[in-house]
């Protein structure tokens, strides 16, 4: 695969469309004003990551960490892993051209119609749930591909054992579509992939070119109608002088105390994710930018939960390859291949998801003396006796002597669940920092009932069951998200959200009136939790987004190709 980005000295001086980030949104934004026949420059803050060029082992895991904490920030700026330490929350988002789409688990899954019903959302989105958001998702679900685990594909432990779970809980497993591909061959936009190798590592990077990410599909769609794209180039703000914008950046390579560069451009998509969009607009309007007082409000962790069935009394073979070739191994599967759907609850608000994970091979080696002690301090045993005890300990032992292919941890189930929280937590800027608030967020009782779900879940498979150790009493519930979304809330006018239907930012306290030519187009524009994973509805927001940015300008959008046929 051929790389996509240039080199920061062939940047312009002025662009028709800056798009800032690289995600769903804005590969979406770069795609499809592209082949609206666009002067489009992309700018991305991490670096370019080919297949091939992912961490697989625990130093270059550990190389690619950064992590955003009170007390500052460690590691590089370009890292891949981005981590962000928050008093109540923690947030974990991918850093690299791609975005988080490069480390995420592939589910792309629509939200259900009655999330759309909540009044936060602009009545014009609504209305258009049947017709132009349905268009603008099938859209999406045909350039990024996804498909269920196929049932030619070789049987997995983890989903065997998943559906007990699913039977407990009164239900069934079911194979959710993921953007993986499992055959060899270009894809539709001409990029050459090849089947899964089942290998586990999908949260790590694809090092195989199976998993679909927008590094596959909607950005070298882009490039290929003439996009730009350039990366490690972080945009800090933007400004308006003579009826422009002004994009202000630093570079990766600059030295800290350098002086922001600059480009201009009739239109700016900010697209830097829920956490960047907001940094990039609270920093605007701290230099001046009249914005919503809105912005930073209504942030969401999705209602993300993350946990595990510890040492169950049956394999579930969900550690990732890491280090390891494919060849002759065991397979683990995609990250996430089943899940349980216990959205259709007579409350929206009751309703969740529960879906089986991998652990990348990549942090195998710490798993087993984390995992050990964990369960001895937080962990509830669903089974008891002295035989099934020996048993226990004996599989413990073996996953310290001979490591996470072993034992205990070969015995271990991920669980990630997303349920509907109060979208009740605030972004704010301190020492020009981006941090997050939101006392008390663990204690909302949903988080409860799915705790009672993941122990009925676990009891299933004889384990443990170990909570995200941060949401226990001792870290007062804190939670952790790799789903953020809000802070750029659509609204039907300033005093309600940050931006309008079209993503259009609002140039005021008050009103519906909006800034010309600028747009958010990513997960900060959702206003409330989902439900299930957000990738798809994301995709379909910034299709729809696209869609009508480009007939307010009487611009067309060549879809041809890059759509499925009627």
Same mark, same amino acid.
């Given at each position: 695969m051929n790389r996509l980005s240039s080199p920061l000295d062939n940047l312009k001086p002025h662009y028709t469309v800056v798009v800032a980030g690289s995600g769903y949104g804005g590969s979406i934004a770069a795609s499809r004003l592209a082949r609206a026949g666009q002067s489009v420059c992309l700018l991305e803050r991490g670096r370019e990551i080919l297949p091939g060029e992912y961490p697989n082992s625990q130093p270059e895991a550990l190389h690619q960490m950064q992590a955003d904490t009170p007390g500052g920030h460690v590691g590089s700026r370009t890292g891949l892993y981005d981590l962000h330490i928050n008093p109540d929350i923690n947030v974990f988002v991918g850093c690299g051209?791609?975005?988080?789409?490069?480390?995420?688990?592939?589910?792309?899954? &629509?939200?259900?119609? %009655?999330?759309?019903?909540?009044?936060?959302?602009?009545?014009?989105?609504?209305?258009?749930?049947? /017709?132009?958001?349905?268009?603008?998702?099938?859209?999406? %679900?045909?350039?990024?591909?996804?498909?269920?685990?196929?049932? /030619?594909?070789?049987?997995?432990?983890? $989903?065997?054992?998943?559906? #007990?779970?699913? &039977?407990?809980?009164?239900t069934h497993c079911m194979r959710p579509p993921i953007?993986?591909?499992? &055959?060899?061959?270009?894809?539709?936009?001409?990029?050459? &992939? #090849?089947?899964?190798?089942?290998?586990?590592?999908? +949260?790590?990077?694809?090092?195989?070119?199976? @998993?679909?990410? +927008?590094?596959?599909?909607?950005?070298?769609?882009?490039?290929?109608?003439?996009?730009?794209?350039? /990366?490690e180039a972080r945009v800090r703000y933007l400004q308006r002088h003579d009826g422009q914008w002004l994009v202000h950046f630093v570079s990766a390579r600059d030295a800290p105390d350098a002086p922001t560069r600059f480009i201009s451009a009739d239109i700016v998509i900010v697209s830097a994710g829920t956490l960047g969009s907001t940094e990039i607009l609270l920093r605007s309007a701290a230099k001046g930018l009249p914005v919503s007082t809105q912005l930073g409000q209504r942030f969401t962790g999705n209602g993300d939960v993350l946990g595990f069935a510890y040492n169950n009394d049956q394999p579930i073979n969900s550690v990732g390859y890491g280090p390891h070739p494919p060849e002759g191994r065991e397979p683990v599967g995609p990250c996430i291949a089943g899940m349980i759907d216990l959205r259709n609850q007579p409350n929206l608000g009751d309703g969740m998801s529960i879906q089986e994970g991998s652990a990348p091979g990549a942090l195998g080696p710490l798993l087993a003396?984390? $995992? @050990?002690?964990?369960?001895?301090?937080?962990?509830?045993?669903?089974?008891?006796?002295?035989?099934? @005890?020996a048993n226990e300990f004996a599989r413990e032992t073996d996953s310290l002597v001979r490591g996470p292919y072993h034992g205990a941890v070969h015995n271990t189930m991920t669980f990630l669940v997303m349920c509907h929280d109060d979208a009740g937590g605030q972004m704010y800027l301190d020492d020009d920092r981006l941090r997050i608030a939101w006392p008390g967020v663990g204690s909302q009782p949903i988080f409860e009932k799915v705790n009672q779900r993941l122990i009925e879940a676990t009891a299933a498979l004889g384990g443990t069951y170990v909570p995200n150790p941060t949401w226990t009493d001792l870290f007062q519930h804190h939670l952790t998200t790799v789903h953020p979304l809000g802070g750029c809330a659509m609204g039907e006018s300033a005093e309600l959200g940050v931006v309008n239907h079209k993503g259009q930012v609002f140039s005021g306290a008050g009103g519906a009136a909006v800034h010309d030519g600028l747009y958010v187009s990513d997960g900060s524009v959702i206003p409330r939790a989902l439900g299930v994973n957000p990738l798809l509805t994301i995709s379909a927001l910034a299709e729809r987004s696209m869609y009508l940015l480009a007939k307010d300008r009487n611009w067309i959008i060549d879809y041809r190709g890059s759509e499925p046929r009627p």
């Open positions: 051209l791609g975005g988080t789409s490069l480390v995420n688990a592939n589910i792309a899954l &629509q939200a259900e119609p %009655r999330v759309f019903q909540d009044p936060h959302w602009p009545q014009a989105v609504r209305d258009d749930l049947p /017709t132009l958001l349905a268009e603008a998702y099938e859209r999406a %679900r045909y350039m990024l591909q996804p498909v269920p685990y196929p049932d /030619t594909f070789p049987s997995l432990l983890k $989903l065997e054992a998943f559906e #007990k779970s699913a &039977q407990r809980l009164g953007n993986v591909t499992f &055959q060899d061959g270009p894809n539709h936009a001409g990029v050459e &992939q #090849k089947a899964c190798t089942l290998c586990g590592d999908c +949260v790590t990077g694809c090092n195989y070119s199976a @998993k679909n990410t +927008v590094l596959m599909n909607y950005l070298p769609d882009a490039a290929a109608h003439g996009a730009e794209i350039y /990366t003396p984390a $995992l @050990k002690v964990t369960a001895a301090t937080v962990g509830h045993d669903t089974d008891t006796g002295f035989f099934d @005890k």
